[in-house]
């Protein structure tokens, strides 16, 4: 599979972060702000997933990581 160089990707997982975080942000205004990082890195883990899956890596897509609802 081909890979991007790291640089390259840096930037691109960067990009996405901004984006993802964006979008994510409406949760501020209701007081769950707390549990946005912890929801970037496991989308950006299932994004990843996917990116292999379409390019022909036959990987899962899933979470690997389950949080309680009461953010432990």
Known sequence: ???IPEQ?????IGQW????G???SVFNM???DVY???ALEE???ITERFGERVRGKDVPIIVKKRR????Y
């Open 30 to 32: 209701h007081g769950m």
């Open 22 to 24: 964006t979008v994510l």
């Open 43 to 45: 989308l950006q883990q």
């Open 1 to 3: 599979m081909l890979k």
């Open 17 to 20: 972060k901004l984006q993802a």
């Open 8 to 12: 390259e990707y840096k930037k691109a």
């Open 68 to 71: 309680r609802n009461d953010g």
């Open 36 to 38: 946005i990082p912890g």
